[in-house]
Each structure stands twice: as C-alpha cells, then as structure tokens.
C-alpha cells in the first residue's frame, strides 16, 4: 500500500555535498513524521535525522551542524542535505515514514530500500 522512493545518493569526495530524497506514494491518510536512517556494514541501523509533518526536527549528534533534513508536505517528500561529507558517513541510507494508510487507524512505520551513499577520495 505504501512504497517509498528513494534518490540522490552516490560518491562524493570528502568534504562534499549530496541531498537525498524520498518520495512516499500509495494509500497514505496522514503523515506524522519521516526521517532518515543509516547502517554501515556490522553496524545497527542508527537515525541520521527525521521530522515531523509540523516541521520539528532532530538529529544524531555527529550530523548536526551538517546535515539539514526538510520536508514538502504536499509532496510527501522527505530531503535530507549533507554537507562538509565525512568518510564517516559512508553508509546505507534509508528512508522511513511513520504515518496512516487509509485503511488502518493507526500510525505504522515504512522503509526505503536504501540508496548507498559513499564518501571516498
């Protein structure tokens, strides 16, 4: 019912920028937040950074300052800008949304299928 688009990640140079996008689409009643999550190979899948459809944010401690995420309600759609990229932040990126299908009364969480995002000179 719900599918999640996820673009705009790649190979950046140290010190770089890239800005990822997600897209929800299906039978979506409301959204209540969505955010991006990270996961590097024998890591736990960590949050990078979300947001609320009331345009509250918060971030992991090591992006702040760095990464901004931003959200277009009408479009349904998720941005996360990286800057000033760290090796770091190589990893696996994936979109999540906690929000309704119109069918169910309740908020449930969806995922992306992670897009790689590699920071490397």
């Known amino acids: 019912q719900v599918q999640l688009v996820e673009s705009g990640g790649g190979l950046v140079q140290p010190g770089g920028s890239l800005r990822l996008s997600c897209t929800a689409s299906g039978s979506i009643f409301s959204i209540n937040a969505m955010g991006w999550y990270r996961q590097a190979p024998g890591t736990q899948r960590e949050l990078v950074a979300m947001?609320?459809?009331?345009?509250?944010?918060n971030y992991a401690d090591s992006v702040k300052g760095r990464f901004t995420i931003s959200r277009d309600n009408a479009k349904n759609t998720v941005y996360l800008q990286m800057n000033s990229l760290k090796p770091e932040d190589t990893a696996v990126y994936y979109c999540?949304?906690?929000?309704?299908?119109?069918?169910?009364?309740?908020?449930?969480?969806?995922w992306g299928q992670g897009t790689q995002v590699t920071v490397s000179s």
């Open positions: 999540n949304a906690n929000l309704r299908v119109i069918s169910t009364p309740f908020f449930n969480n969806y």
């Open positions: 947001i609320t459809w009331g345009g509250i944010s």
